[in-house]
């Protein structure tokens, strides 16, 4: 895990999409075109040069644009039909376009249809679209204020991701949806209004905004903002939070059962965080992504997942006692907690994923449940070699296993050093084990000496008693040789 692929995951699909685009050959059969003289015949596909045309229907459909080519405008006709739509990926990468002025003949932009066009200062959208699709504006890094139109209702999954120096958001009374990572990474963006009628809003969807200052929701019957954090209604879920706009302690409030991923992603600021609710059972992949100021946080017992890169890049964070139903560590939770020194597992843990502890550097030693049943590559002992373009073994780090399990396994086959625990108790019970036996055969002799001596002693005095009473019979007293003389006779 060289780096968090998912940050530049919109820019990579528009660079993809441009070598795609890069790649379309010319279409020779249309290489002499008559120039537009009134309204011609509708062709299946041709081109001008700059621009390549579908037929669709209503009219054309830009399908691609030569990347190099200087593009004042992006043309609303063509030989006198009506272009309706701009095509996947048609302007992706073009980066000599400076106004995406889209013509109000368009009904639909395709996915990605502007991307990466990293020139674009201006944008305008016709009212005659609905949908903002899927990473249509994305890594339109010159764009500074993006307005979008009455009648739109969808604005799609990172359609305006990598904006970053986008300042002012104007979204419109009709939008209901608000897609995952629609606006990620827009580190310029200070303020953000939810209109009344946004209903769904996805994961990311403000994700690394480092300077956002407020969120607000005002009329919103589906989302309530507190202290500039992003909540359902309920209070059930915790959306995101205002970068610029928290306190340096947090206390995550009774009701929450859910943080989504990237809540407090880049809250550098913030420094402890207490999870009072025990209801919460997820904390969603990168929710506290490089909060490097955050040293403490406390986890409740009823927490079960938490999700990949959840702390990652939490250079402050000391120790962490997970809680008891915690079942799965996802991959690189905590990737790259410098500081972390001290970690406590709960019997009752499952799974450790793929560099959940790498480039931990001062975690010298882990004791793992015997309950753990996977350790996922480079999980545990792990760091950056000294260039950092792969992993090597962290010198002097240890694990506490048990016989027989994963973590054994685990320890084995990357050669770590390690201590079988339930091993040694076993030696100790068998020590104690014989130490009573020795002690209760020392018991029984000295019990049975004591009884041979005192079946000894009644002998002794039997035998004494005999004698004595056969003395006795035999005694020559002068009492016994009176009785026995017998009488004379005087005369």
């Given at each position: 895990m060289t780096k968090m692929a998912k940050l530049n995951k919109f820019i990579s699909a528009a660079a993809a999409a441009l070598i795609a685009v890069m790649q379309i050959p010319a279409f020779a059969a249309f290489a002499d075109v008559e120039e537009d003289v009134g309204r011609e015949s509708l062709e299946d596909t041709l081109t001008d040069g700059t621009f390549t045309f579908e037929h669709v229907e209503g009219g054309y459909k830009i399908i691609a644009c030569d990347g190099s080519a200087i593009i004042s405008e992006i043309p609303a006709m063509r030989n006198g039909y009506a272009i309706v739509e701009i095509g996947e990926s048609a302007f992706a990468g073009c980066a000599f376009i400076e106004g995406l002025e889209i013509p109000d003949t368009v009904r639909a932009i395709g996915e990605y249809a502007f991307a990466g066009c990293s020139a674009a200062k201006t944008l305008v959208i016709p009212d005659t679209v609905t949908e903002i699709p899927t990473g249509a504006f994305s890594g339109c890094s010159s764009l500074t204020e993006i307005i979008i139109p009455e009648g739109v209702e969808t604005v799609g999954t990172g359609a305006f991701a990598s904006c970053s120096s986008v300042t002012n958001v104007e979204l419109p009374e009709s939008l209901t949806t608000i897609g995952p990572s629609a606006f990620e990474a827009c580190g310029a963006l200070t303020e953000f209004n939810i209109p009344a009628n946004v209903a769904e809003i996805g994961e990311f969807a403000l994700t690394n905004c480092y300077s956002l200052e407020t969120i607000t929701a005002d009329g919103n019957s589906s989302f309530v903002v507190e202290d500039n954090v992003l909540y359902n209604t309920s209070k059930t879920t915790l959306h995101r939070a205002a970068?610029?706009?928290?306190?340096?302690?947090?206390?995550?409030?009774?009701?929450?059962?859910?943080?989504?991923?990237?809540?407090?992603?880049?809250?550098?600021?913030?420094?402890?965080?207490?999870?009072?609710?025990?209801?919460?059972?997820?904390?969603?992949?990168?929710?506290?992504?490089?909060?490097?100021?955050?040293?403490?946080?406390?986890?409740?017992?009823?927490?079960?997942?938490?999700?990949?890169?959840?702390?990652?890049?939490?250079?402050?964070?000391?120790?962490?006692?997970?809680?008891?139903?915690?079942?799965?560590?996802?991959?690189?939770?905590?990737?790259?907690?410098?500081?972390?020194?001290k970690v406590i597992m709960q019997e009752g843990l499952e799974t450790i994923e793929a560099g959940a502890f790498a480039v931990c550097d001062s975690l010298k030693n882990v004791v793992v449940p015997k309950?753990?049943?996977?350790?996922?590559?480079?999980?545990?002992?792990?760091?950056?070699?000294?260039?950092?373009?792969?992993?090597?073994?962290?010198?002097?780090?240890?694990?506490?296993?048990?016989?027989?399990?994963?973590?054994?396994?685990?320890?084995?086959?990357?050669?770590?050093?390690?201590?079988?625990?339930?091993?040694?108790?076993?030696?100790?019970?068998?020590?104690?084990?014989?130490?009573?036996?020795?002690?209760?055969?020392?018991?029984?002799?000295?019990?049975?000496?004591?009884?041979?001596?005192?079946?000894?002693?009644?002998?002794?005095?039997?035998?004494?008693?005999?004698?004595?009473?056969?003395?006795?019979?035999?005694?020559?007293?002068?009492?016994?040789?009176?009785?026995?003389?017998?009488?004379?006779?005087?005369?």
């Open positions: 970068v610029a706009g928290i306190d340096k302690e947090f206390y995550v409030p009774e009701t929450v059962t859910t943080i989504m991923g990237g809540a407090f992603s880049y809250c550098t600021e913030l420094e402890k965080v207490f999870v009072t609710s025990e209801k919460l059972t997820e904390i969603g992949t990168e929710a506290f992504f490089f909060c490097t100021g955050l040293s403490h946080i406390e986890l409740p017992n009823s927490l079960v997942t938490i999700k990949s890169s959840a702390f990652a890049h939490c250079t402050a964070l000391t120790d962490i006692e997970l809680p008891v139903n915690l079942k799965t560590i996802g991959e690189g939770a905590f990737f790259d907690a410098a500081s972390l020194e309950s753990v049943e996977t350790v996922g590559e480079y999980a545990l002992g792990y760091t950056f070699n000294a260039d950092g373009s792969d992993y090597e073994k962290l010198s002097g780090f240890t694990m506490s296993v048990n016989s027989g399990s994963a973590a054994q396994d685990y320890a084995e086959d990357n050669d770590i050093e390690h201590t079988v625990v339930d091993k040694s108790l076993k030696d100790f019970a068998f020590i104690i084990i014989c130490v009573g036996v020795l002690a209760a055969a020392a018991v029984f002799a000295v019990v049975l000496m004591r009884r041979g001596k005192k079946g000894a002693s009644a002998e002794v005095r039997a035998a004494e008693k005999a004698e004595a009473e056969a003395l006795e019979e035999n005694d020559p007293s002068y009492e016994g040789i009176v009785e026995a003389e017998p009488e004379t006779d005087d005369k």
